[in-house]
């Protein structure tokens, strides 16, 4: 059952951006063994369920991290996996300006910052 969740959430992380998993690796190996596992079975877990196109779900995962207003490096990595899924400039963006009303707008404000510069990096 745990290696199911492994594979699901690599063929998961596979689908964002192929690179995903060696960078989790670089970043984790070392100092974090096992981390990059515990990632992947969330991704399984959560991102290979039914109920939502992954399209839709990575709408909702930027909306929480921007929420959270202090992610600035996992949002980074998500608005890239949502243009490899999909989604345009301006519905990242449009997710941002949403946020505003309800997490406020400093946690807006960083949140399209950090589009930005993600945007920059693609052009």
Partial sequence: MAEDR???GRAVLASLDPGNEAMLRQAFDQTAPGM?????GFFGDVYARPGLPLRERMLVTLAALAALGHAQPQIAAHVKNAL???LTREEIAEVFMQVSGYAGFPA???ALATA???FEQDS
């Fill in 6 to 8: 492994i594979e699901a």
């Fill in 36 to 40: 990059t596992e515990m990632i992947l």
């Fill in 84 to 86: 490899n899924v999909g």
């Fill in 108 to 110: 807006a404000l960083n």
């Fill in 116 to 118: 930005r510069a993600v």
